[in-house]
């Protein structure tokens, strides 16, 4: 008697562990995997290649390179060199994808002290926060969400002018990107 118990106890189990793997979850973290066979997360992906479109799409730009270097799934350095005839930005900028939202918020609380928080209209004449503007359009990120994200970005300038040496911290979701930049004259 103590074994048919023990059987339909372990059946049990076995059942609910089958049923749980045919389960989905409504909070998917999507990925993608690169031809080196490393998984990396493909909204973080869709937030890099929206920012690469925004800088193409942009008026000012003339010339434009790209690269990206992978620390984890979730974590990427991004380098910008873009210019025009008469100016340049460099950059590298840190894209960390966090676990939600709220997460994502608290981080940013956490490290924006000090910042001002710009809208897509103030960033016209800030050329290095042309990914937070209104020329991004989150194509890629549409796609892989089936929603547009919301976009925060926050500012701190050495001197008022969209010129100066600033630090940027800019939201999209779950996805937090921080870096440097001043916009200078090109060489002649």
């Known amino acids: 008697m103590k074994s048919k118990v023990a059987?339909?106890?372990?059946m049990a189990i076995i059942a609910s562990v089958l049923a749980a793997g045919c389960t989905s979850s409504t909070n998917q973290s999507a990925q993608s995997t690169t031809s080196?066979?490393?998984s990396h997360d493909a909204v973080i992906q869709a937030v890099i290649s929206d920012d690469l479109q925004a800088y193409n799409s942009a008026q000012w730009v003339?010339?434009?390179n790209q690269s990206v270097q992978w620390v984890n799934a979730t974590t990427a350095m991004v380098t910008y060199k873009m210019s025009n005839q008469n100016?340049?930005?460099n950059y590298t900028a840190n894209y960390t994808k966090l676990g939600s939202i709220a997460k994502a918020n608290e981080y940013v609380s956490s490290i924006s002290q000090g910042y001002?928080?710009?809208s897509a209209a103030q960033l016209i004449g800030f050329p290095a926060l042309t990914t937070a503007s209104s020329l991004n359009e989150?194509?890629?990120y549409l796609n892989i969400t089936q929603s547009l994200p919301s976009t925060n970005s926050y500012i701190k300038m050495e001197r008022d002018s969209p010129t100066a040496p600033a630090s940027y911290i800019i939201q999209v979701d779950d996805v937090v990107i921080s870096f440097n930049a001043t916009f200078n004259n090109a060489a002649s």
């Open 7 to 10: 059987i339909l106890i372990a």
């Open 138 to 140: 989150h194509k890629h």
């Open 116 to 118: 001002n928080a710009t």
């Open 36 to 38: 080196g066979g490393t």
């Open 62 to 64: 003339r010339s434009l």
């Open 87 to 89: 100016r340049s930005l």
